[in-house]
Each structure stands twice: as C-alpha cells, then as structure tokens.
C-alpha cells in the first residue's frame, strides 16, 4: 500500500491503469488497495471518473538527505519507519540492541503513541512529526534537571522559527498556542542516573493534522496556526538545531542557566491554577519554578514546590 500512496503523493490524478501498471497489479486490486489507505490511515482520496485518483492534498515524506540538508551541523544517525508501534519504545529497543548514541528515531505514523501519565497521542499518517532523540548521559545527575524543560523550550523556537510566534510553554512538558496544545514531551530513562544512563527525549508536534475525532484535549497545529502546510523535514532539521544548542548550554551550566527564559515563555506564570496528584487537587499561583525545574506554588500565602511525573497543571476557571 505504501508503495501506491508513494506514487499518488505528488496531489495530482493518476489513472487506475497507470497505477496498475506501476505496480504489476489489475486495476481492480488498485481499487482494493485504495480503499485500504482510505480505511487505515484516514487519508481522504478524490475519485473522478476519467480522471482517476489523487490524494486530497500532497504529501511529503519524511527524508533522512532532506533533514540533513537542512541541519548540517547535526551528525545525529537518523532511524525512520514509516509505521511503529510509537518512536520512545523503537528507540528504548536500539539502546537495548547497543545502538551507539546519540540517535535519532522518526515515524510517519505510530499504531500505540504514548503521551505523559499513560495517555494515547493520536498518530495519523504523515502529518505530524513523532520525534525520539537518544542521549547518553554519563555519571552527571545535573544533566538530567529540568530536562524536560530544556526540550521544551526547543521545541517553542523551533515552532516559532515556522512561523507559530504564540506558541509558550505550559509546565512541566506541554507546549501550547492560548489553550490549545500543539506538542508534548515525553522523556524516558533507563539505566542508572547516577553512572551511565541513556535517556530518550520524545517528542510529538502536531504539524499539518487538520481534524482528529479522538484527541480528549483542546489542540492546534501548525498548518492550522500559519494557514498553510508545513515540510516536516525542515521542521525537524530546526528542531535538532534548537535541541543541540540548549542540551549544550545545559550541559555545560545546569538548568539554573536557563530558568528565567523558561519563565518568561510560561504561559501560565503568575495565573491560578489547580495542580493535580493523583485523586489530589492543590489550588494556588504560580510563582515559577526552581533551578531544578520544580514547580513553585503561592499555596495559601506560602510558597511550596513541586515536582513529578504524575502531577497535572490545569488552569482554574477564574484566572
């Protein structure tokens, strides 16, 4: 199937008989094969009668020459799949197949992306980009403070650069355009964070997606935002500069280096919000967050920090 949507990508009709003929099959398995893509990776396909097909809007696929093209000064080894069941667990099975890092792990699509606190993050085909950079971190417990927070600030700029200018973060690992998200974070870590450890920076940018039925959250993209479609690989070449220039000034001054830019692109700095642990809610102000990255909050006239995998931000409905 691939290899017909790969001749369909251009935008433009194609014959049932050329596209037969490109592929060694009749014209009616080409019928049978269309109405697979339709089913399974939700890509709508005009048909008109004497015309043939063509897909309702071109594709750009994901292209390891393109990205490096674009990003010179990364020498990061690019894995690209074009289905998988999520980018963090591909890149969690290289390290465990002693993969040399750091690398980089693409997907045109995932089958079972994962999202922060267990969450599924809707994967369509081609659209967005599914991002999972690993590092290898030797004995430096430092490098690993505010992390999270560090990729996030790279994947702000590098959505500013293509054109997002509103989109700010939310803490600890989401980045949003007003209230709508447009990319979360994932970090994963394996290994022992005191010794040597690798951790795998995982990454998903909305990016050309225009309708999705089963996201759970307010959400935007960036063809959305700017109003016309986006070359993923040029997004991600953008995001591997950002990433390469903050994890340097990480590495060689700590999260403290960084804490005030991060703050002043919060998007909720200053507001009230509710932060949820587990069936636990705190009310309170943000105040900012500390140069580990914690979150510091006004809890009833006192300041009280706090930090985890499991919390949730949300903002109250007075603020």
Same mark, same amino acid.
């Given at each position: ?9 251009d ?60 990003a ?14 999520s980018?963090?667990? !591909?890149?969690?099975?290289? =390290? $465990?197949a %002693?993969?040399?890092?750091?690398? #980089?792990? *693409?997907?045109? @699509? ?6 922060r606190?267990g ?7 081609a659209?967005n ?25 790279a ?58 039925t089963?996201?759970?959250?307010q ?5 959305? !935002?700017?109003?016309?479609? =986006? $070359?993923? %690989?040029?997004?991600?070449?953008? #995001?591997? *500069?950002?990433? @390469? ?28 919000v509710?932060?949820?642990?587990g ?5 309170g ?6 140069r ?17 995998g ?10």
């Amino acid at each position: 199937m691939l290899t017909l949507l790969k001749l369909l990508k251009d935008g433009r009709f194609h014959s049932g008989e050329a596209l037969g003929a490109a592929l060694g099959v009749s014209r009616s398995a080409v019928w049978k094969q269309l109405q697979h893509l339709e089913a399974e990776l939700n890509l709508p396909i005009h048909k008109v009668r004497g015309r043939g097909y063509q897909l309702a809007s071109p594709l750009v696929f994901l292209n390891a020459e393109e990205i490096a093209s674009n990003a010179a000064s990364l020498a990061w080894p690019v894995h690209i799949f074009d289905s998988i069941d999520s980018t963090n667990a !591909e890149a969690l099975r290289l =390290v $465990d197949a %002693n993969c040399a890092a750091p690398f #980089l792990v *693409l997907a045109e @699509q995932q089958t079972a992306g994962r999202g922060r606190r267990g969450r599924k993050w809707v994967s369509p085909f081609a659209q967005n980009v599914y991002y999972s950079l690993v590092l290898r971190i030797e004995g430096g417990l430092r490098q690993l403070e505010g992390l999270s927070l560090v990729v996030g600030l790279a994947v702000m700029q590098a959505l500013r650069k293509s054109g997002v200018q509103d989109a700010a973060l939310k803490w600890p690992n989401d980045v949003l355009v007003g209230r709508k998200k447009i990319a979360g974070i994932l970090l994963e870590l394996v290994g022992d964070p005191a010794d040597i450890c690798h951790v795998v920076l995982g990454i998903g940018i909305n990016v050309n997606m225009q309708k999705a039925t089963d996201v759970d959250q307010q959400w935007t993209s960036v063809q959305l !935002e700017t109003g016309s479609p =986006v $070359d993923r %690989n040029r997004l991600v070449a953008q #995001l591997g *500069l950002q990433l @390469q220039g903050y994890l340097d000034l990480h590495k060689a001054s700590g999260f403290a280096a960084l804490q005030e830019e991060w703050e002043q692109n919060h998007l909720w700095q200053g507001k009230a919000v509710s932060l949820i642990a587990g069936v636990n809610q705190i009310d309170g102000v943000v105040l900012g967050i500390d140069r580990q990255g914690a979150l510091r909050l006004n809890v009833d006239g006192v300041e009280k920090i706090y930090s985890g995998g499991e919390l949730s931000l949300r903002l109250r409905d007075d603020s």
